[in-house]
């Protein structure tokens, strides 16, 4: 059964920096692009970063380039989410999928909270 556990988030000021985690079972997480999006309240999903099964290749979504990287460690099968300078329009529920950009249709996770306010 395909599994995705997210963690991480928290409270933080404006400019703040948090390490997201996404623990992944199920399937052979070397094999999959991976990908982290993101649900602020009244608002669609919307796709934050991916990275490719080797990890060679990533990619941002503009509003957050610059400020976040992703990465993963295919011994662990775990992947993660630097988050830096954070701003409120960060805050959101972070999940994280199998896919570089559109998810493979598995089921998501419960996410994990970031809210960024002073």
């Known amino acids: 059964q395909v599994q995705f556990v997210e963690s991480g988030g928290d409270l933080v000021q404006p400019g703040g920096s948090l390490r997201l985690s996404c623990v992944a079972s199920?399937?052979?997480?070397?094999?999959?692009?991976m990908c982290w999006y993101r649900q602020a309240p009244g608002k669609e999903r919307e796709w934050v970063a991916g990275?490719?099964?080797?990890?060679?290749?990533?990619n941002y979504a503009d509003s957050v380039k610059g400020r976040v990287t992703i990465s993963r460690d295919n011994a662990k099968n775990t992947m993660y989410l630097q988050m830096n300078n954070l701003k409120p329009e960060d805050t959101a529920v972070y999940y994280c999928?199998?896919?570089?950009?559109?998810?493979?249709?598995?089921?998501w996770g419960q996410g994990t909270q970031v809210t960024v306010s002073s």
């Open positions: 990275i490719i099964r080797t990890g060679g290749y990533t």
């Open positions: 999928n199998a896919g570089f950009q559109a998810v493979l249709g598995w089921d």
């Open positions: 199920g399937f052979t997480f070397s094999n999959y692009a």
